[in-house]
């Protein structure tokens, strides 16, 4: 009878606004969740439906699009013309090289600058991070024109070099904005121990700083990588060969004025989202904690 009453009395003192509050933070997390759901599922709906049209037969999916194929109409045309009709492999090899080349060169120099910006105090600092800010907020394909008279200008014309330094520019500036504020982050009597043990500002570097931002070092990698591997302006003006051809490029052979073969299509495009699944996988760990580090003090 005590604890019941000791309860009731306890509920009965508890104050309505506190109450409310609570209900309605409640009914906050709930439409957190709803939204966050509704917008990946807006999100994967695509990739789900080109995953799924790519192993239908082309009158399945005409005739309905959003069913899952069937022994009728399950068909793997689209698989075996793009691989063996088409020099595909060849087109997903220079897309992983130029994404790959561009993704190492943007986070070692971004690494470079980003610590260079928040260790060093030198005169002309902040203009330089705005500088480099400058390169966000202004695309880089509003100077396409000059960008390709330099390429002709160093006879890099239908070459991989020239799409690895013209994602490797477009990447720097975001790198150097994220890196520099977790490099920010890094205690500065770790790196003052490390100098008064006699370690040079390189090992300093390499052991110490770049294995401590792992995962704003994933989080670049992401937002890098994906603009990157999705790209068909740069390589549509700077390496349109055949020999230097992407993924994104080497799917438009598919398309024509008139007819346009979707299983093709539908099975290229399953074939380039490979890496960024498989990217993700490996580096979901360090991305989740890339973005949220310093959200929470």
Request: net charge positive; with cysteine.
């Amino acid at each position: 009878m005590t604890s019941i009453s000791s309860l009731s009395s306890t509920a009965a003192s508890t104050p309505a606004p506190v109450v409310a509050r609570s209900r309605f933070a409640n009914l906050g997390r709930i439409w957190v969740h709803v939204v966050l759901c509704g917008y990946a599922v807006i999100a994967l709906f695509p990739i789900a439906l080109i995953l799924i049209n790519s192993v239908k037969s082309r009158d399945a999916i005409f005739d309905n699009p959003l069913a899952f194929p069937t022994p009728d109409s399950f068909s793997l045309i689209g698989f075996e013309k793009v691989l063996h009709n088409t020099n595909f492999m060849l087109y997903f090899g220079n897309s992983l090289v130029v994404t790959l080349g561009s993704l190492a060169l943007i986070v070692l120099f971004g690494a470079m600058a980003g610590w260079a910006l928040s260790e060093y105090k030198f005169r002309g600092n902040r203009l330089m991070a705005l500088y480099l800010a400058l390169g966000i907020m202004i695309p880089i394909r509003l100077g396409t024109v000059s960008i390709l008279q330099l390429v002709v200008s160093l006879n890099l014309i239908n070459t991989r070099t020239a799409l690895i330094l013209v994602y490797t520019a477009q990447g720097l500036p975001l790198a150097v904005m994220i890196l520099s504020e977790f490099i920010r982050q890094i205690p500065k009597e770790l790196k003052d121990a490390a100098r008064c043990d006699g370690v040079g500002e390189f090992k300093i570097f390499f052991q110490i700083i770049l294995p401590l931002i792992r995962p704003a070092i994933a989080t670049v990698a992401v937002f890098t990588m994906i603009p990157a591997w999705n790209d068909l302006w740069f390589p549509l003006i700077l390496a349109p060969s055949d020999e230097t051809k992407t993924v994104t490029l080497g799917v438009q052979q598919f398309i024509g004025q008139y007819v346009t073969d979707w299983n093709s299509v539908l099975a290229a495009l399953s074939l380039a989202v490979i890496p960024i699944l498989v990217m993700y996988v490996i580096f979901s760990r360090q991305l989740i904690r890339g973005l949220t580090s310093g959200a929470v003090k």
